[in-house]
Structure formats: structure tokens, C-alpha cells
């Protein structure tokens, strides 16, 4: 089984660009969430996704930042306008349903976005 | 809200050693604990998931205890590998919004195992 996909694995850019990062989700899972990473604030979670509606965004850091998931099997993450504190790995993660028959808990990661603003 | 510490930051021994890893959270009242294994460069990789109501979790060499009441968890790497050589994150998983969804995450043990 594919696991879930982001891309692009790197992305330069310069400061005031905007930014697009893409996750598809473990075909089936119904909770998509998206991660970010930093030497110094660890992992933290933005926002979470559950049947493609948003369900906790308090962990978005600004109004720049935006995510859409359009449909099952697609998520975007957005920057805009970006700027050079915002460079990190962000990651997507999915799991299935809480309460569904297939729920333990346990989340599945893609192997991350490293995003680079200059 | 929930803080997680792991300790030791670092950790490096030869090849062939057992260790433990340690793992404490301060809200209780979580619904989960996973632990993460993170290659540099790389995502996350589940290794083990304890429910709340279990008290340990095993596969392979690895190990993983729960002790909810004192925020407590540690993982047992057995006969340490240099493959074993990564970032150990660990995890715990509290209710949000209704349903198990929060995880938050500990700084990691950077684990080195020498040839």
C-alpha cells in the first residue's frame, strides 16, 4: 500500500512568495493532519482534518497560513506571503476515522516537505 | 495543555548494549501513547502504540511501558543495532474535540549505537 505522499519533497523559495505544499492521504483514512517541524519548537501540530471538513485550526500560526482539503484523497497547505521564520519540515499525517471499525490511534506520517525561505 | 519531556537528549553506546528511553508527559488523561522512530531526513515511522488501558507493548526487540497515573513511558531497545541509529519521539495522544486526535510530542532522543 502507497503510505501518504507529499510533495514537493524541498522547496526553495524567496521571502513574499507564496508557497503550496500537497498531501495525499493512506487511501481510506479519513483524518488528515498537518504537522510542522523546527529545531526549536519541536513538532506541532497546525490544523486537522476529519471527512475533509477542518476541525481544529488553532495551531495555524497566522492568517498566511491556509489548508484546503478539497476531497478525500487531496490536501493543500499554503503560505502566503512567506517568510524566512516560516522555513521547517511540514509534514501531513492520516489516520482512519475516530470510532470507525479500522481506528487504533495510530498515525501515519509522509516523509515530510522541507521548505527553505530566503 | 499537555508537555512532554524526554530524557536523555542524546544517548550513544556500542553495539550490542539494552537501553531505555524515557518518556514523561504531565496531563494524564491521555487515550494513547505512540512511539516514533525519525531517520534524519526522513518522516515519522510508528513503531508501537499503547492504548491507555494497556500497560505495555512489545515488537521485536522493542519494548514499550505505560504507567498512566505517574505520566510515565519508556521503551526498551534490546541488544542495541547500528541501525537502531535514529531520533526516538515519543507521543502521547489525548481527546480533542471529541475524539483522540491531539498528539503531542516530545523532543526526541537522539539514540547513536556504535559499531
Known amino acids: 500500500d502507497a503510505g501518504v505522499i507529499q510533495s514537493p519533497r524541498h522547496e526553495v523559495t524567496e521571502m513574499g512568495q507564496e508557497v503550496t505544499l500537497r498531501c495525499k492521504p493512506i487511501?481510506?483514512?479519513?483524518?488528515l493532519f498537518w504537522y510542522r517541524q523546527t529545531m526549536m519548537r519541536g513538532l506541532e501540530l497546525l490544523i486537522y482534518f476529519n471527512n475533509n471538513v477542518p476541525i481544529d485550526d488553532s495551531g495555524m500560526p497566522e492568517d498566511r497560513f491556509s489548508a484546503k482539503m478539497p476531497n478525500a484523497s487531496f490536501s493543500t497547505l499554503k503560505i502566503q506571503p512567506s517568510e524566512p521564520r516560516d522555513s521547517a519540515v511540514y509534514f501531513c499525517?492520516?489516520?482512519?476515522?475516530?470510532?470507525?471499525?479500522?481506528?487504533?490511534?495510530?498515525?501515519?506520517f509522509g516523509e515530510g516537505s522541507r521548505l527553505t525561505v530566503l | 495543555k499537555q508537555e512532554v519531556t524526554q530524557i536523555p537528549a542524546a544517548l550513544s553506546v556500542p553495539e550490542g548494549e539494552n537501553l531505555v528511553l524515557n518518556c514523561s508527559f504531565t496531563?494524564?488523561?491521555?487515550?494513547?501513547l505512540q512511539w516514533f522512530r525519525q531517520d534524519p531526513g526522513k518522516g515519522l515511522t510508528s513503531l508501537l502504540l499503547i492504548q491507555s488501558s494497556q500497560r505495555e507493548q512489545t515488537s521485536g526487540r522493542l519494548n514499550a511501558s505505560l504507567d498512566k497515573s505517574s505520566g510515565r513511558s519508556t521503551l526498551y531497545i534490546a541488544a542495541s543495532q547500528p541501525g537502531d541509529s535514529a531520533t526516538y519521539l515519543c507521543a502521547p495522544g489525548a481527546f480533542s474535540s471529541g475524539s483522540a486526535r491531539q498528539l503531542t510530542f516530545g523532543s526526541g532522543t537522539q539514540l547513536t549505537v556504535l559499531p
Open positions: 499525517a492520516s489516520s482512519p476515522l475516530a470510532g470507525g471499525p479500522k481506528y487504533t490511534g495510530e498515525l501515519f
Open positions: 487511501s481510506g483514512h479519513n483524518s
Open positions: 496531563d494524564s488523561a491521555i487515550y494513547n
